[in-house]
């Protein structure tokens, strides 16, 4: 049995929580400033992003050996910084973060992650003349991200995971003159769009029922006990309670962000940015954002689950992501583009780490977040590199022969493709894979789950295997000849390899130390681990599985290399099932037809209100207004100054009249004294006599 | 119709008989002698009030009567000065004609 | 009023009214040196021995000849041609009428609060001096100054266009 150590209460934070702020505000404020450069200053840019996520990457590096040395000591840290933002009456707003090891683990990861493909990206845009823009998203795009991990608040969560959407939107869309990229860009924008309605949603339903928007808050915080007590005891229609009505609306902005079955239709567009663009926002981190926001609400998810069982909202998750894992496997099958075939990809192991924290919990899924952004990077940078070399080629029927033209791209790809079939033993892929598969075999609700993803990961390897067999096997069919690409990208190329390799020790059941440390559990090394019922068996099945994948894929593609004009093999095998993969299973066609017409249906109607309507009301008042323009020149010129004219005519009259007065001549003017003197001595007498 | 009374109509009718000669005569002189008239009859009125009100022994009308003559003479010096100017330059000393303030 | 005083009231009258209504310029001056005279007599009439021989000294013996000089120097001795009153010489009558009739009710509507015959004052021409030097003192001075400058004045206005047609 294992101990559990339980968090720590919230004591006064250590220095290093006191200034985890700083880890998404210095990339923030680094993209602020390249915002300003000029585009000639790329050296600046480059090495403000760089310098900027160091910084971030040694900060959150001190922070996870802080949280490393609480666990050692036997001390669960979890310290939170909480300030209050707005007071609206009595309720506060408060916005904060949070040091915990689920945080830890994930600021590192893309700290890390994010500074290597930086350091890709300088080799792999420097022919690009939007160099500044390209490195001043990128920055901003880091600072969203860290702060949607740290953050103790679902409203500050919620402001980052915006801001990284719209970054999202900005890199997509980098090469804005392509008209693909743009409506890429857009279609990213809108799709994740709906999914952060129902989020909204959550959250306000979230903070009607508990009066609180951060997690943790010695006690009254929303994953707190009290709280979830209170969202328990409140139903919500279809047999479900708040807490599971407001997880899943939750769970719908992950889908969104994370590219779940029916919000995946923007990930594989999303392609149409720049690899690095790709690796980073598409592969590790953005869209693993989805998979920490259920892992950091994974209280409010799995309330009210009784001992052993599970609740709606994690049934939900499961069912979606084992649904997604087998759907995009199986478009992926038939796609010709190198990176199509990784978004796909990306798509069906989000699927995996989605059905992994329904079943499993936290740890399990997060672990395979954390290897996957590892291996996945690692693939789109290879990928990156073999278009660079192919001059731009991305058609993966017009390459091959690349293992002896691109030697260490090769071999970088090679580590990754095997980790993301989960190749045993010595690949991170198989050990995560396999915490997921094991909480699967182990799942009270239906076995289903557990075959579909077992199917997803035969079918893993075998498009993985098709794909590396058609770009470095058999000769080459491109145009001009490929080279490998600069040292500049090659080396992340090679630390992501190794820990594509490493990381998976960290998670095996004989050291379970990742599960440990995020659940607050004491782990030590025992090889015991591996006894445990059903698993070396389980081990077994699943590396069967794996060769079998990898077995196929060779034995149709082998060292062929047909040309681009021959249909595939798989294709000439059953044709419609292929042409209905390739066309991704008709989801885009599906919703042009629904929701976009729909969507074009109302524009029109907007548009005609707009210009009939609204229009006619501004024209009318326009028309008003000149009509009372007119009404007051009439006046302005007859009335008024009618009058004025006539007034000062009459003016000059009464002058003409009054000068006759003015004789010119002395007795005139003695006459008109000598009356006034009259006048004047015989109203004095008068008044003087009453 | 005590004596002040009969004194005071005197002056007035002087007054009045001065002030219609200066209204009505053309030549320049006449008015001035119409002033003069009038001049005279306010002392006249001066000297009937001292000699019938109440403290003569202060002096205050006789004073006030020689200062009168005596500015009456300065007067009467400046404005036939004045008028012998006007001849020279137009040759007349009909009011009637000069006008040339005519507004 | 005693019967001296009637003939000398009517005989000022008659050289006022002379005066103002002969034709011939100088017998106006002459007329008027009669009205002066009269008026002399009646300040004698009325104790005021000081005021009427300034009158006869000043008025007669200064300003009547000063007026016969300027009525000789602007040939005033030529009868006009159009007449000697001007074109709208009612209107100045009429308004000279009204001047007599205000100062005329004035005089007699205030008859009961006017002072009665009194005793005639004996004033020396010593009191005259005293009071001209104490309590007069600056009217007498600001007098002095007056006629200075009138005297200046007088011969600077008949004095420039003499220089000017040089």
Not at chain 1, 330 to 337: E, R, S, Y
Request: charged share 10%; glycine share 10%; aromatic share 12%.
């Amino acid at each position: 049995m294992q101990e559990t150590i339980s968090f720590t209460p919230q004591l006064a934070a250590s220095p290093i929580a006191e200034i985890l702020w700083l880890i998404p505000a210095v990339p923030m404020v680094a993209a602020g400033i390249a915002a300003l450069l000029m585009q000639a200053k790329r050296k600046t840019s480059a090495t403000l992003a760089i310098g900027s996520i160091s910084v971030s990457l040694l900060l959150s590096l001190m922070a996870f050996a802080h949280v490393l040395a609480g666990w050692l000591h036997g001390q669960a840290v979890r310290e939170t910084v909480s300030f209050t933002w707005i007071q609206v009456g009595s309720a506060n707003i408060d916005l904060g973060w949070v040091l915990d090891p689920l945080s830890a683990v994930m600021l590192a990861m893309v700290s890390f992650v994010g500074l290597l493909i930086f350091i890709y990206s300088v080799g792999y845009i420097k022919h690009d003349e939007s160099f500044t823009r390209f490195f001043c998203f990128m920055s901003l795009f880091a600072g969203a991200m860290l702060g949607v991990v740290i953050s103790n608040s679902i409203l500050l969560l919620f402001m980052c995971w915006e801001l990284v959407g719209l970054t999202s939107y900005l890199l997509i869309g980098f090469w804005y003159q392509r008209p693909a990229a743009a409506a890429a860009a857009k279609k990213a924008f809108l799709t994740t769009r709906i999914g952060d309605v129902f989020f909204l949603l959550g959250m306000v339903w979230l903070f009607a029922q508990t009066g609180t928007l951060v997690f943790y808050q010695s006690g009254g915080g929303a994953l707190e006990p009290a709280a979830l007590a209170v969202l328990l005891s409140q139903h919500a229609g279809l047999g479900l309670t708040a807490a599971g009505a407001i997880g899943l609306l939750i769970f719908a902005g992950a889908a969104g962000k994370s590219g779940q079955f029916p919000l995946h239709v923007w990930l594989p567009d999303a392609m149409e940015g720049p690899t690095p663009v790709s690796a980073l926002i598409h592969a590790a981190t953005m869209v693993a954002a989805g998979v920490y926001l259920i892992a950091r609400v994974y209280p409010l998810m799995a309330a009210g689950a009784l001992a052993g069982g599970t609740t709606t909202a994690l049934t939900v998750v499961t069912w979606v992501g084992a649904f997604t894992a087998v759907f995009a496997a199986l478009i992926a099958v038939a796609q010709n583009d190198i990176k199509r075939i990784l978004a796909y990809s990306t798509v069906s192991q989000l699927g995996y780490m989605m059905a992994g924290l329904g079943m499993g919990g936290v740890a399990v899924g997060m672990f395979h977040l954390i290897t996957h952004a590892f291996f996945k990077a690692l693939l789109f940078l290879g990928a990156g590199s073999v278009i660079h070399g192919c001059q731009g080629e991305q058609d993966v029927r017009r390459m091959g022969g690349l293992k002896s033209d691109m030697p260490l791209t090769f071999l970088t790809y090679a580590i990754g493709m095997l980790a993301l079939c989960g190749f045993p033993l010595i690949f991170s892929g198989f050990w995560s894979k396999d915490g997921i598969l094991e909480a699967a075999q182990h799942w009270s609700v239906a076995k289903t789950p557990f075959y579909m993803l077992v199917f997803g990961a035969l079918l893993t390897a075998f498009y993985m295997t098709r794909q590396v067999v058609y770009v470095f096997g058999g000769h080459w069919r491109g145009g001009k000849p490929a080279h490998e690409s600069p040292a500049v990208m090659l080396v992340p190329l090679g630390i992501l390899a190794f820990f594509a390799m490493v990381l998976g020790f960290i998670g095996t059941p004989a050291w379970p130390w990742f599960s440990a440390f995020i659940d607050g559990r004491v782990a030590g090394f025992a090889w015991r681990g591996f006894m445990e019922s059903g698993l070396l068996m389980l081990m077994g099945a699943s590396t069967l599985v794996v060769f079998l994948g990898l077995g196929l894929g060779w034995k149709l593609y082998g060292d062929r290399s047909p040309k681009p004009s021959e249909p595939d093999a798989l294709e000439r095998m059953i044709p419609p099932v292929w042409a209905a993969l390739r066309d991704k299973l008709y989801v885009d066609e599906l919703y042009g037809v629904t929701v976009i017409a729909f969507y074009g249906w109302w524009a029109r109607v907007a548009d005609w209100l707009d210009r009939q309507v609204w229009g006619g009301v501004v024209a009318g008042v326009a028309w008003g207004f000149g009509l009372g323009a007119q009404l007051n020149r009439f006046l302005d010129t007859n009335v008024v100054d009618g009058v004025f004219d006539k007034g000062c005519d009459e003016l000059s009259v009464g002058g003409g009249l009054l000068a006759r007065m003015q004789t010119g001549r002395v007795q005139t003017y003695l006459r008109i004294l000598a009356l006034a003197v009259v006048v004047l001595a015989a109203i004095l007498f008068w008044s003087s006599r009453a | 119709m005590t004596p002040l009374t009969s004194y005071l109509l005197v002056a007035a009718l002087l007054f009045s008989i001065g002030l219609a000669g200066a209204l009505t005569r053309r030549n320049a002189i006449l008015v001035l002698i119409g002033i003069e008239l009038m001049l005279n009859a306010a002392n006249l009125n001066l000297i009937a009030f001292w000699r019938y009100g109440p403290h003569p022994e202060l002096l205050t009308g006789m004073m006030f009567a020689i200062f009168s003559i005596a500015v009456a003479a300065a007067e009467a010096a400046v404005g036939l000065g004045l008028v012998i100017q006007i001849h020279r330059h137009a040759k007349t000393t009909d009011l009637d004609q000069m006008n040339r303030m005519k507004g | 009023m005693s019967f001296v005083s009637y003939i000398l009231a009517a005989l000022t009258v008659a050289g006022g009214l002379a005066a103002m209504l002969l034709k011939n310029t100088v017998h106006c001056a002459l007329a008027l040196t009669v009205a002066f005279a009269g008026l002399a007599l009646l300040f004698l009439n009325l104790d005021a021995q000081f005021a009427g021989f300034a009158q006869i000294l000043v008025y007669i013996g200064a300003v009547a000849i000063l007026v016969v000089f300027a009525i000789l120097l602007t040939r005033g001795s030529e009868t006009p041609r159009d007449g000697v009153f001007s074109k709208s010489w009612p209107l100045g009558l009429v308004i000279a009428a009204g001047v007599f009739a205000v100062l005329g009710w004035a005089a007699i509507g205030s008859a009961r609060v006017l002072p009665h015959e009194t005793a005639a004052p004996t004033v020396t021409v010593l009191q005259i001096g005293n009071a001209l030097v104490s309590r007069y003192v600056l009217p007498l001075e600001i007098v002095a100054v007056l006629l200075t400058a009138a005297m200046i004045g007088a011969v600077i206005v008949a004095m420039h266009e003499k220089e000017g047609q040089k």
